[in-house]
């Protein structure tokens, strides 16, 4: 990163006047907005401004728009490719005010809160009700964030991701018009699905600034496990297999020998065996848990599941999904001071195996440390390739490794993210994955920021 | 309708040459594509076309581009807002002879069809598989038709709608280029979502050529009930109490006393009380579905409910169910040569009971007979509002009557259509229910249809 000066004077000094101490042009504040956790150069932004409420962020887009200056929304910044990197600089708009919880429906199961609520956040005030929001991404993100890049986590196999969690938005669009793209209804036939098209679009069509999130009963019964494996491709075919009987698995994780040897280190009170683990979560009524649990281990154990460790006190769960959630940073305690170069590949249920074979031939080829976890459930799993930043031989081969396993993905009828979104890191592969399907992206970009202010460089290039 | 002459006499002399006799400038057959079951003016095609590919949707789309031609994307004429109906003439693309089931992918849970499979071909279909796919309208309709109005039906409260069902779309845009919108995996983060922007976009973005479908399991244990109640009220509550409650319903539909009443002459061997009704289902392992029948008793019973009759048999279910999809026929019955004025409310299920008084209180005030049925886990519910098409008077006082029902359910923060789709029918309510969302929509059509050539004067109008 250059320092780069502060550019845009006439619009920061605008902003300046009504926004006051809140909006910033401090070496730190723009420094913390430049990157997210992602091994991805970091840029600059002009200005970081904090808006309150949707009629600043309204104005603030107005403001921008007339000045033809660049926007980035921010959340909390953990995403892992590039997303809220201001690559043209301009103004990163931070959400970690418009942080209320706005209305919780207990009736309806759903919530209204403000993007920069986070995951956890809204958990916390859901407690007491006996309702909880499902979707966990390993980071505490921001729900505004978690909508934006269409997140998911280790629930989505049975509660879905954020494109199945987010009922409606509140959008302020490229030039400060605000709309709403659905009503609390839980379906609706009216017209185009705008919902559908805001989650996913990482801040290149508007910013969103409320989000009507659907809930979930807290189930009577949770028993959560650990078992492991003599080797990965047990664990995997008996998800697959479970999958297939239709048990309904509220959580299945998938951590491969390398990844569970970083956890030990991460955090040496976990002690479990350094072979392939499933970790699991079951939900239901007492009698319907009791029937998951035996019908699980009965498949598990024609693959030679062994050591099962069991959880149903609340703390002793909440230690075990805390590691899993750690799994990113654990994997950095197996060589201190790399960072990594993240994949996200997801494949139909019937490639995993296949897929996570090949990526694991792969990784021994290319000689590179590189953990393994997956939400197997939905076909999806992650290598986190560990690099020293500084070596550029060593990053030009993790980035060829990432490019194989990523097209191991294409080949078989999968994607390149499942989760973690385009940013600007997979661009290269949305016309691989995408075909002729990346030019009518490019139109909806066009038609809804012919000005190319919203996260330019991100998702598809316009020119 | 007018005896309008065909037009388009050149590029239909240019689609003969290579289509012969798949395509029809008869009358019969434009008579066919020129109306859906909707009470709404028909207007003729100048040719219906009957493609067997994609190649051929592709090149018939080029032509049509070429010659400055609108096209409406026909399925098998049963939507109910007008949506088939060549409103510019123009040629109907009916996808009858598209009905090939491609690949059913018993592992990974998924089917692809090409869009004139009917819901109930696939089915019969799958049923050795011990799949099935759950989304039921009324009427056997076309899965093509189906995404294109994000179509819902009784199975909606468990297993989702089309939004929940369709994984990945291949279609033909306006100038004839083809694109797949996803692949077969589970979730995505790449891009923009352009599967939920095409279904429900009724034809006005693109032409459908292939789907790829979520499938479940066929459920160990399946038991049907039905039962009364003293008033609506008593059986919207404990709809209301069951779904909060959390209870897995797979189906709970709504029947008031005057819709009773119709099916009862429809179809004599019903004999059921005519008193509300609630018909029910549910899908569970054996012990799943024995608890979930006690809960609902439990609940019911404090309403009032009586005269449970349980069909757990397949063929008392088969007709159970084909007596609920017969409803909009069967209510017809009441009143011999009239048409139905047709609603489709759906509120936050806390707003049900109130939206479902007051819209009672309407007919009454109106003097209309309108028969009441509700997918009411979802929140939705229709009326059939029996008008005699010759009568001026009565059909004004019906659409009156539509608009006030469909304004309580905006005041009540729902939405006008719950899964009958906009069409031409309910155009007027765009505004009202998305405000500037709408412009929003049309900068859409604009980016992917410029010429408006598909299906014009639906959804969203531009100039």
Redesign the interface.
């Known amino acids: 990163m250059d320092g780069q000066a502060s550019g845009h004077a006439a619009l920061i000094a605008e902003l300046s006047d009504w926004l006051g101490e809140r909006i910033s042009t401090g070496a730190s504040v723009r420094d913390l907005h430049a990157r997210d956790e992602a091994y991805a150069a970091p840029h600059l932004p002009d200005a970081v401004v904090f808006p309150e409420s949707t009629e600043e962020v309204s104005r603030i887009m107005a403001a921008c728009h007339a000045h033809r200056c660049p926007v980035v929304p921010f959340g909390i910044g953990s995403s892992l490719e590039g997303h809220v990197v201001p690559l043209q600089g301009g103004i990163s708009i931070d959400t970690s005010r418009m942080n209320r919880i706005l209305e919780v429906?207990?009736?309806?199961?759903?919530a209204v809160v403000q993007p920069g609520v986070t995951r956890k956040a809204l958990n916390e005030e859901l407690r007491a009700t006996g309702l909880m929001f499902t979707v966990d991404p390993g980071a505490n993100a921001t729900l505004g964030g978690m909508a934006a890049?269409?997140?998911?986590g280790t629930n989505?196999v049975r509660y879905g991701?954020m494109?199945?969690n987010v009922l409606a938005l509140e959008v302020v669009?490229a030039d400060g018009?605000?709309?709403?793209?659905?009503?609390?209804?839980?379906?609706?036939?009216?017209?185009?699905?705008?919902t559908?098209?805001f989650?996913?679009?990482e801040g290149t069509?508007g910013v969103i600034t409320k989000l009507t999130l659907r809930l979930?009963?807290q189930p009577e019964r949770i028993s959560a496990a650990t078992c492991d494996f003599p080797d990965i491709g047990a664990a995997v075919e008996t998800v697959?297999l479970a999958i297939?009987?239709?048990l309904p698995l509220a959580r299945v994780e998938l951590l491969d020998e390398v990844q569970m040897r970083g956890m030990n280190l991460y955090n040496p009170d976990l002690g479990l065996p350094e072979r392939p683990h499933l970790f699991l979560e079951f939900h239901g009524?007492e009698?319907?848990v009791e029937?998951q649990v035996q019908s699980f281990r009965d498949i598990a154990e024609e693959f030679g599941a062994a050591n099962y460790a069991w959880a149903t006190k609340t703390e002793d769960r909440t230690k075990l999904w805390e590691a899993r959630h750690n799994a990113y940073y654990a994997a950095q305690s197996l060589r201190p001071g790399a960072r990594g170069v993240v994949t996200?590949s997801?494949?139909?249920?019937?490639a995993l195996a296949e897929a996570i074979r090949r990526t694991k031939e792969m990784i021994a080829e290319a000689g590179l440390v590189a953990p393994l976890v997956g939400h197997v459930g939905?076909?999806?799993f992650h290598l986190s390739i560990l690099v020293d930043p500084e070596d550029a031989d060593e990053v030009a081969r993790a980035k060829a490794l990432a490019s194989k396993v990523s097209h191991v993905?294409l080949d078989l009828?999968?994607?390149?993210?499942?989760?973690?979104?385009?940013g600007s890191g997979?661009m290269a592969?949305?016309r691989d994955?995408?075909?002729?399907?990346?030019?009518?992206?490019a139109?909806?970009?066009?038609?809804?920021d012919p000005l190319n202010l919203m996260n330019p460089g991100k998702?598809?290039e316009i020119d």
Chains 1, 2 share one sequence.
């Open positions: 429906h207990e009736q309806d199961l759903d890049t269409r997140a998911s989505a991701t494109r199945e669009l018009r605000v709309i709403e793209t659905g009503t609390r209804a839980r379906k609706s036939s009216a017209g185009y699905d705008l559908h098209l989650v996913g679009s069509l979930f009963g697959i297939q009987s239709g009524t009698a319907g029937e996200d997801c494949v139909p249920i019937s939905d076909g999806n993905a009828g999968g994607t390149v993210t499942g989760e973690h979104g385009i997979k592969y949305m994955e995408h075909g002729d399907a990346v030019d009518v992206m139109d909806i970009k066009r038609a809804l998702v598809v």
